[in-house]
């Protein structure tokens, strides 16, 4: 029997959440793409991370690796990343 596909337009249910803001790049990347490599295909990471540099290096780097990423705005110029892990 074969597992079924991660479907990306679940609605998110974190498995692991990282509070990265503060954490230069490409620190802040490196720590994400090892916490998401850690969780079974399907499961969600959140990762808070500040807006602007980080924000783009760490949602584009795990886009181009496959995975899929929803965007949120937090207040005081974070944001919160919801990575859901396709492979």
């Known amino acids: 029997m074969s597992a079924a596909s991660p479907d990306p337009t679940a609605a998110p249910d974190p498995a692991v959440q990282l509070d ?16 998401l490599e850690k969780l079974e295909l ?10 602007g540099e980080p924000e783009q290096m760490v949602a584009s780097g795990l886009r181009e690796a496959g995975q899929h990423v929803q965007v949120e705005s937090l207040e005081s110029g974070a ?5 859901q892990r396709l492979g």
């Open 79 to 83: 944001v919160r990343l919801l990575i």
């Open 42 to 51: 399907g499961a969600w990471l959140q990762v808070e991370l500040d807006a």
């Open 20 to 35: 990265l803001r503060g954490t230069p790049c490409p620190l802040n990347f490196i720590r994400s793409k090892l916490a």
